[in-house]
């Protein structure tokens, strides 16, 4: 208990330190923008965020008020360093809990060493185990969030969803409940993105990008799919880790074989090549719950208020009783989804994943 209590005092006291020294280095960007001594292409980002924030605030109907209006320039490449866990046969990540923002799927650091060192009292104790960069997070308003040098440079699309989805946890967060926050914010950003690029004279991504990302996609369902049921039988613990093994060394071939001919793919190759329970854990927080919440975007007339509302009714009810309205809704977008398809006679890219990944095991 006292090397657990140790371990909690530093981790908020890094927190802490962490946040107060990128509130202490904020800059007004009004006025970097108006100074002809900024750097021109820093100008030019930071005026992108000052479009983004307009758009954000009239259209999307999101409480900006003065987020995103300071810029801070990091001493670190990356502002965090976030630590995703599960166990060896679970897609159920490890939760930690905190006073105000309650349970949380990862924790983060600012000091990568320390997030290095938890990974491996974790994998010591037989987690899957994920480290990785953050670019930006949110302070749910507590505080003002500043523009950071991790993502100034992003391009302007790329920005625009990262805002979009930061101020969405503004406008809701429900605490306890990752997946429901981050496939909401998701929503949001992937909702308001075809808008604000046609308004900006931007090109929506290559069809072929977008397919490449739904290839992907599809193979890490259909390889959550199989764990989960593997998981849940009653082989024994060297079965099942056999079976784990083959799975994930499955996915990988079928990446490879569905990869052939793509040129830009070293992003995708690295998250495959990475991927365990935690993963694909991660990946479920942040995506499964997605197209439920853009259907009921849809429900709602597609009005920003009349789906924030609906929204805040859903985060009300009880955990277990959110979850079951927004699986319906996820099946009602998935019949959607695969009528369309049928329309236009295409094989999905899931029909290949499952074909691909059906001799895993």
């Not at 990540?93 to 974790?122: E, V």
């Not at 046609?198 to 799919?225: D, F, H």
């Not at 083959?246 to 793919?265: F, H, P």
Request: glycine share 4%; proline share 4%; aromatic share 10%.
């Amino acid at each position: 208990m006292a090397i657990s209590g140790c371990e909690t005092v530093h981790f908020y006291s890094q927190a802490a330190t962490g946040q107060l020294k990128i509130l202490a280095g904020r800059k007004p960007i009004d006025r970097l923008v108006a100074d002809e001594q900024t750097d021109p292409k820093l100008r030019r980002q930071l005026a992108w965020v000052q479009s983004i924030r307009a758009y954000a605030a009239g259209e999307l109907h999101l409480p900006v008020g003065t987020a995103y209006s300071d810029f801070t320039q990091l001493e670190d490449e990356y502002v965090l360093y976030n630590v995703v866990a599960a166990p060896e046969f679970s897609l159920s990540p490890k939760h930690w809990c905190y006073p105000i923002a309650g349970c949380a799927s990862y924790r983060g650091y600012f000091d990568k060493r320390d997030a290095r060192a938890q990974a491996g009292q974790l994998r010591a104790q037989g987690y899957d185990v994920y480290l990785g960069p953050v670019p930006a997070y949110s302070t749910l308003g507590w505080f003002d969030d500043p523009v950071l040098s991790s993502f100034v440079d992003w391009t302007p699309d790329r920005l625009a969803s990262l805002l979009f989805h930061e101020l969405a946890h503004r406008r809701l967060y429900i605490a306890g409940d990752t997946q429901f926050n981050e496939s909401f914010a998701t929503a949001v950003s992937r909702i308001a993105l075809p808008d604000w690029r046609r308004r900006n004279g931007i090109a929506a991504p290559k069809v072929a990008n977008v397919e490449q990302a739904r290839r992907v996609n599809s193979l890490m369902v259909s390889a959550r799919r199989q764990l989960q049921a593997l998981y849940q039988s009653d082989l024994s613990d060297d079965e099942k880790r056999a079976r784990k093994n083959n799975t994930l060394r499955r996915l990988r071939y079928c990446y490879r074989k569905a990869s052939e001919g793509w040129s830009e793919d070293e992003k995708f190759a690295r998250m495959i090549e990475k991927t365990n329970n935690a993963t694909l854990a991660l990946v479920s927080e942040y995506q499964s719950q997605v197209p439920a919440f853009v259907q009921l975007y849809k429900d709602s007339g597609r009005n920003w208020e009349a789906f924030y509302l609906a929204v805040e009714q859903l985060g009300a009810q009880p955990k277990e009783a959110r979850k079951a309205r927004l699986d319906a809704l996820n099946k009602r977008a998935q019949a959607s989804i695969e009528a369309q398809a049928s329309s236009k006679k295409v094989t999905g890219p899931s029909l290949q994943s499952e074909t691909c990944m059906s001799a895993a095991n």
